[in-house]
């Protein structure tokens, strides 16, 4: 019963101390963050109707609108990609065929930005996700040489006609290891390109993944051609996707819309590569698009404003906005289109324009 | 033996100790422990640095409150991760919306910022805010039903000292109201309601464990090591309140025995002295405990976890009633009724009143943390104040009598009818 006094004393204070400390910590006095009075007010929100505005002196999380800007080690340039096309380095072999030859370098390296602040390792065909856009007429000879520089074993399976050896399924590269890809390409449409080593699921969604266009002997009519490939990223490892985009970057056609003319044919060329989610979509606003699934017939099945891919689906869109303005385009899906999957279309009316410079320079004759 | 050969060893330690080591030597003694770690801790954040070094820590982080605001919802956030941290976005229910984060993004090891995302939500519904880490993990808290933040105002103020009023202050006083029925009570029907006091002590302790326990795997950050703090606070609150009470107890008796030699007048005030002593040691006790009651009423009905109605304020008095009853069983055989109703009433508001502080804390500042502590020193003063009212009847009853004190079919059944009564009227309230 009867215990020595220090003893009671010191434990006393320390239950003091140890309490005193806890409440301290847990009412946030500690550590004590200085407020800059001076610091610059941001405003955030406001964007969206019904939305208020608040300003801040902290800092701003807005990946949807221009408020939070992307580094420079962004895993992709959307705005470069959208309309690249690789056609390979082109010969003529003897007996009049053309031969496009191209190098794709696999790496499992990199860590990239993925939305502005949130940084991921990427796995990445020539060092973006997707990997570059390859494209080629009807009955060309394709070699692709592919060069493994990751930490794992990978390879490339291409969809469309081919041998079986050249199927990529089979055949895993190791590391630093290297194998040569050759196919005609037929028959003309879209088809994605990826990984094919297991556990499939993980090598594409973190990134093997791009596009291979063949285009039919006689050429589709002139457009302002674009790829967009439907793609996401589960940051957290728990099989659903955290961001949903296309052409990777949530929600960056957003703030940096694509720009196209009024009167003029656009043609997508459209890739679901969504993994973990079982279809993806594409809904366009104030319009209505040609749909060629599969792009392998020259006669749309489909006039719509939504097509809905499972994985692995693809499409050609074609359309042409008759009148100027902003118009989104998204996954009807909601919750992709508010993960990242959004995007908009400024349709500029440049014969206006041209009228307008035509006027002016008159005028000054 | 035994006992010699220590005190021989003492004897020697003690006349070496003075012969050979001056102050300095001894300071120096102290000292060196502590110079070595503290050389070892810069070797290790040093050179030791690359080698050790391995794994990768990863990132946590917790949110620890979300407040409704006009307009725009706000999390208060906290790194409990090994490592500093960038939140990246915000979400709420899964989708990313516009936010704000102060004073910074960059999130030091155990700091908070504060995210302030404007969204026209609606009360009663259900939101889980989430935050994202520059490295693409996701943090999540969920919110039963959205109800407007208490700002400290008069009118909020005075409801929550009503809701005190009803639960706290008024159960505990009609409970001393059993006054009068105790005292007139024989022998064995006082060990049964003594016994029955140290059932609904027991109770309240095991509740109020249970409770901080609660709090303490849903609210706080495993970084913050709550539950220990839980058996700590109540072991030290039990230690303290010991210390306490044998102080009360020793100052009052040293006071008569300089007053008087009479022994039968030394017995005569220990058996007034003792029962007054235990019964303001229960009524601090259960203070305590309401006082962790009240925070955890007060943050209930800010957070929108619990409606507060006619049906659980009654369930509230039921259960309180019990605690005044306590309070007044150690006290109804000190011989002379001139126990002052002042006294009783003194006590009965040291047990009850702080839980209108406790709904004002925990309504406007909530802390999971002072929730826990303050819940733990209650059950650490309810043990001790059980340990108190056994030690005291031990030592009313005869000596042969004694060692069937825990066997007494009266105190058994008095203890376990007390838990039952504690059990009952708390179904009544929502855990």
Known sequence: MSLPRPIIAISIVASLLTSAFAILASNNLLPAVAQDTNAVRKIVGGQTMGYGAYETTGDILDTANSGTKLSNDAVVDPVKYLRSFNYGRVSTLPDGTTLREFTLVADDRQTKEITPGVHYNVWTFNGTVPGPTLRATEGDLMRIIFINNGTMAHNIHTHGIHKAEMDGVFETINPGGRFVYEFYAEHFGVYPYHCHVQPLESHISHGLHGVYIVDPKTPRPPADEMVMIMNGFDTDFDTENNFYAVNSIPFYYMHHPIEIEKGKLVRIYLVNMLEFDQINSFHLHGNLYNLYPTGTSLVPNELTDMVTMSQGERAILEFTYNYPGVYMFHAHKTEFAEKGWTGLFNVKDSSENDIKTATASFGEK | ?431
């Open chain 2, 1 to 431: 033996m035994i006992d010699k050969m220590e005190r021989e060893e003492d004897k020697l330690g003690h006349s070496a100790g003075r012969t050979a080591l001056s102050a300095t030597k001894m300071v120096a003694m102290a000292l060196i422990p502590i110079v070595i770690l503290g050389v070892m801790i810069a070797y290790l954040l040093g050179p030791a640095k690359s080698f050790l070094n391995t794994g990768i820590p990863l990132p946590e982080v917790t949110i620890e409150t979300i407040e409704f605001q006009e307009g725009k919802v706000i999390a208060l956030i906290r790194n409990t991760g090994p490592v500093d941290v960038t939140i990246a976005q915000a979400d709420i229910n899964d989708r990313i919306h516009p936010a704000a984060i102060e004073p910074s993004k960059e999130v030091p090891r155990l700091a908070t910022a504060k995210v302030v995302i404007p969204f026209p939500w609606k009360a009663g519904d259900p939101y889980v805010i989430g935050v994202t880490t520059s490295d693409g993990i996701r943090f999540s808290k969920g919110v039963t039903a959205a109800a407007p933040a208490a700002t400290p105002s008069i009118g909020q103020a005075s409801f929550f000292a009503l809701v005190g009023t009803y639960v706290g202050i008024i159960p505990v006083l009609i409970g001393l109201l059993w006054y009068p029925f105790i005292r007139r009570l024989g022998m064995n029907a006082y060990r049964f309601f003594l016994s029955l006091t140290a059932g609904l002590l027991v109770f309240l302790g095991m509740d109020a464990i249970i409770e901080s326990n609660k709090i303490a795997s849903q609210n706080v950050a495993d970084v913050f090591n709550a539950q220990i703090l839980i058996a700590m606070t109540a072991i030290l609150s039990f230690l303290a309140l010991l210390y306490v009470s044998r102080k009360l107890v020793d100052r009052a008796q040293t006071r008569t025995v300089s007053e008087s030699t009479s022994r039968v007048q030394i017995n005569q005030q220990e058996l007034l002295v003792k029962p007054v002593a235990i019964a303001l040691m229960v009524s601090i006790g259960i203070g305590f405990h309401n006082f962790g009651e009240g925070l955890a009423i007060g943050a209930a009905v800010v957070f929108g976890q619990i409606a507060l109605s006619t049906f659980l304020i009654i369930g509230f008095t039921l259960h309180n009633t019990t605690e005044g009853l306590a309070i007044v069983a150690p006290l109804a055989k000190i011989g002379s009724a001139r126990v002052l109703v002042r006294k009783l009433a003194l006590m009965g508001l040291i047990a009850g009143a702080p839980t209108i502080v406790g709904t004002w804390i925990g309504g406007f500042f909530f802390s999971p943390i002072a929730a826990i502590v303050f819940l733990s020193i209650g059950a650490g003063a309810i043990f001790q104040v059980v340990y108190a009212i056994y030690s005291w009847m031990m030592g009313k009853s005869d000596t042969n009598k004694t060692k069937t004190m825990f066997s007494d079919a009266y105190a058994i059944a008095g203890f376990a009818v007390g838990m039952l009564i504690m059990y009952a009227t708390g179904l009544l309230v929502p855990s």
